[in-house]
């Protein structure tokens, strides 16, 4: 299959939690949590933390990235019945300091090598994200690491993705995001950015405005795409 990279590319900028970091990573991690229940627990801690940062944008009452992801936390543990001495601490902690996916580092490398100019753009505040990228040995790859908190809305608000251009001083076609996110995906798009939808899940795409210029199932296929194989 011949592959046509996007073009007129300037900068990668990627979404953080289930892009680049597994989110799955701070459940199996955690010793004190039931076996049985670590799967359900790890998929309705992402639905209601989601849920939380659009219906709190919708409401116009924002919190930080890191208190509704405790508020959604609790939603869970109750929800599920899981009770434990520190375990809502043990995975708070867990959260700041997810696994790469395998193919992240050698990637971000590459493109790094090619001349890519590398940010991350999240929903997480400054000091996640700093947990995240450290924890990872990622550090000195990115040229920016972009909170939505800068702005006080969450994504998929379009002044988030204006925050990215504004902070890399780059038109919107001169920038390649990738989400793993469906949702994250479409709304890029639909705001005039290049995307490419990382669906690592198997997502249908969403029916909603804008349309990514690319799909892979992993950022293993990136390089090429834009231009920097």
Not at 27 to 37: D, I, N, T
């Amino acid at each position: 299959m011949t592959i046509v990279p996007l073009e007129g590319i300037k900068a990668c900028v990627f979404d953080a939690y289930g892009t680049l970091f597994d989110l799955s990573s701070a459940v199996s991690g955690c010793p004190g949590l039931p076996g049985e229940k670590r799967g359900a627990l790890g998929a309705l801690w992402r639905d209601k933390q989601l849920q939380y940062t659009w219906l709190r944008a919708a409401q116009g009452r924002h919190a930080d990235f890191h208190q509704v992801t405790g508020d959604a936390l609790d939603f869970a543990l109750e929800t599920l019945g899981i009770a434990g001495p520190d375990l809502r601490a043990h995975l708070m902690d867990l959260y700041l300091t997810l696994a790469v996916f395998p193919e992240v580092p050698g990637v971000l490398r590459r493109l790094k090598a090619a001349g890519m100019r590398l940010a991350i753009l999240s929903n997480g505040t400054p000091a996640m994200l700093a947990a995240a990228v450290g924890g990872a040995g990622l550090d000195g790859l990115f040229d920016a690491v972009i909170s939505a908190e800068d702005v006080g809305v969450f994504k998929p608000h379009p002044a988030v993705y204006q925050h990215a251009l504004d902070r890399l001083d780059l038109a919107a076609p001169q920038l390649a995001f990738q989400s793993s996110n469906a949702w994250d995906a479409h709304a890029a798009s639909a705001f005039g950015m290049r995307v490419v939808w990382c669906n690592r899940y198997g997502q249908r795409p969403e029916r909603l405005p804008g349309r990514p210029d690319r799909e892979v199932t992993s950022l293993a296929d990136l390089a090429p795409l834009v231009g920097a194989a």
